[in-house]
């Protein structure tokens, strides 16, 4: 599987990651791609697939509300 972190207004990938298993390091390995591109955290990150997203958006929103 692949995963990739997509700016939605650009359309540019700003990170992505290659594993044998789909997995959250799969997604934490392309989210922490794409926040090292960008030099910040996004501020919305939606995602319609399954709990390996979850963790992240948790995460996110958490650090996020660490910054304020």
């Not at 030099?39 to 697939?49: A, E, N, T, Y």
Request: aromatic share 8%; hydrophobic share 35%.
């Amino acid at each position: 599987p692949i995963s990739t972190v997509i700016d939605c207004y650009t359309k540019e990938v700003l990170g992505f990651a290659i594993s044998s298993r789909h997995n959250r390091k799969l997604v934490m390995d392309a989210t922490q791609e794409a926040i090292s591109f960008r030099q910040k955290l996004p501020q919305i990150f939606h995602s319609d697939q399954g709990s390996e997203y979850q963790i992240l958006s948790q995460k996110i929103w958490g650090l996020n509300c660490l910054k304020v």
